[in-house]
């Protein structure tokens, strides 16, 4: 019922791998892009899922995006008992950077209004997701090593066209596609226009998946003017990174030991993401 899944995690090109996949004619993935089935609506059943695959044309290999699998074990087991054939898909970049992009977006969308430190403490999730190491031992104890594909943020910015090519490559398709996301801006920063209307929008954004209505919200966040309503560009100097930022020695060492792990597990060189690209770190 599904052949190819991209588990996450978030602030990793999951919107622009989506944008690239969902033009090729031999792939197919639901209007929702986050699904989120085989965590936070596992008990709604196969059947409940297979519908959003329906509109699948014969021969396409079927796919969804789900970041929130990549650091939730039971996910990951589930999807094995499901398929263990299944292809998987999975973006690293530098853990310090994500976990920073993670809450400036929790703030841009008026969900949070504290500092980093304090959103570490708040929202767990952050920190879990740059557990590379911890979260794909897990994944490789389950899944041929030949089934997953792990990309690299930095070769996206450095190359898009070979990015797309790699992912149609492993997942058996006419890599020559060239989808127009290639020379796009895809998920740009932005703020809310008001908080209290930002917070409304995630509400309903999360009610509408409760129903199984994620079709639905996917052709919301589509429209442009929904979005122009609740948000707005932020500007260039506001995305420049504050050179201020400190980051907690309880975090340094934590991803660095990970990045130490991920290394010998994938045998290569992470080292190159043991500080952040752009901030500075305790």
Same mark, same amino acid.
């Given at each position: ?11 990793? &090109? ?5 944008? &690239?996949?969902? =033009? ?45 699998? #990549?650091?939730? =074990? ?9 398929? =263990? +054939? ?58 041929? !090593? ?8 930095? $070769?996206?910015? +450095? ?17 020559? #596609?060239?989808? $127009? ?10 703020? &809310? !226009?008001?908080?209290?209307? &930002?917070?409304?929008?995630? !509400? ?11 079709? #639905? ?23 420049? =990174? ?25 045998? +290569? ?14």
């Amino acid at each position: 019922m599904v052949d190819f899944i991209f588990l996450g995690p978030s602030k990793t &090109a999951s919107t622009w791998i989506y944008e &690239a996949i969902r =033009p090729h004619p031999g792939l197919f993935v639901p209007v929702g892009k986050d699904i989120y089935f085989f965590d936070k609506y596992y008990d709604k059943g196969a059947d409940w899922y297979a519908g959003f695959f329906r509109d699948a044309q014969p021969g396409m290999l079927c796919g969804e995006l789900s970041h929130d699998y #990549f650091f939730n =074990p039971l996910a990951i087991q589930r999807i094995h008992a499901c398929n =263990p +054939a299944v292809k998987l898909i999975c973006c690293l970049r530098n853990p310090f950077d994500r976990a920073y992009s993670s809450y400036l977006h929790l703030v841009r969308v008026g969900m949070f209004a504290g500092s980093f430190g304090d959103a570490l403490e708040k929202f767990p999730f952050i920190v879990d997701e740059g557990k590379y190491y911890t979260n794909l031992r897990q994944v490789f104890s389950l899944f041929d !090593r030949d089934s997953i594909l792990i990309l690299d943020f930095d $070769e996206l910015e +450095a190359s898009p066209a070979r990015f797309a090519r790699r992912i149609f490559n492993f997942l058996g398709v006419d890599e020559e #596609f060239v989808p $127009e996301v290639l020379h796009q801006k895809v998920n740009p920063a932005r703020d &809310a !226009r008001s908080v209290i209307l &930002a917070r409304m929008a995630k !509400r309903t954004a999360l009610l509408l998946r409760h129903l199984g209505c994620s079709n #639905f919200l996917g052709r919301l966040k589509h429209n442009r003017f929904v979005n122009w309503l609740v948000y707005r560009p932020v500007a260039d100097a506001a995305r420049k =990174p504050q050179a201020s930022v400190m980051y907690p020695v309880h975090l340094v060492s934590l991803y660095r030991a990970e990045l130490d792990g991920l290394s010998q597990l994938m045998q +290569a060189d992470y080292s190159k993401w043991r500080s952040p690209t752009n901030r500075r770190s305790t």
